[in-house]
């Protein structure tokens, strides 16, 4: 089992930036690759960004690229998003979530997720 928490989010203005962080514990971190989904109110949970196992390879939604980083540290089982100029549009929850190994845009192909955090970009 895989536990994972959310942290880091809360009401911001447009144009604005926040930093979204994720722990893991249960397993060896570095086995998996991890992913931020986002669902915004009405609407189906989309993927928003995910990095494989080691870092160093990593895919991004064309809503966010250029905007958003995705980044880890192995050394302390932590998964980030850096928003940056964020946008009304960008209001969700945003959940983490881990997989086995190689990355994935695709939610039904992890197996672990997070309670989320909410986002919310004011205009």
């Known amino acids: 089992q895989v536990q994972l928490v959310e942290s880091g989010g809360g009401l911001v203005q447009a144009g604005g930036s926040l930093r979204l962080s994720c722990a893991a514990s249960?397993?060896?971190?570095?086995?998996?690759?991890m992913g931020w989904f986002r669902q915004a109110p009405g609407k189906q949970r989309e993927f928003v960004a995910a990095?494989?196992?080691?870092?160093?390879?990593?895919d991004y939604a064309d809503s966010v690229k250029g905007r958003f980083t995705i980044a880890r540290d192995n050394a302390k089982n932590t998964v980030y998003l850096q928003m940056n100029s964020l946008r009304p549009e960008d209001t969700a929850v945003y959940y983490c979530?881990?997989?086995?190994?190689?990355?994935?845009?695709?939610?039904?192909?992890?197996?672990?997720w997070g309670q989320g955090t909410q986002v919310t970009v004011s205009s």
């Open positions: 979530a881990a997989r086995r190994r190689f990355r994935s845009s695709s939610q039904s192909d992890y197996n672990y």
């Open positions: 249960g397993r060896t971190f570095s086995d998996y690759a």
């Open positions: 990095t494989s196992w080691s870092g160093g390879s990593t």
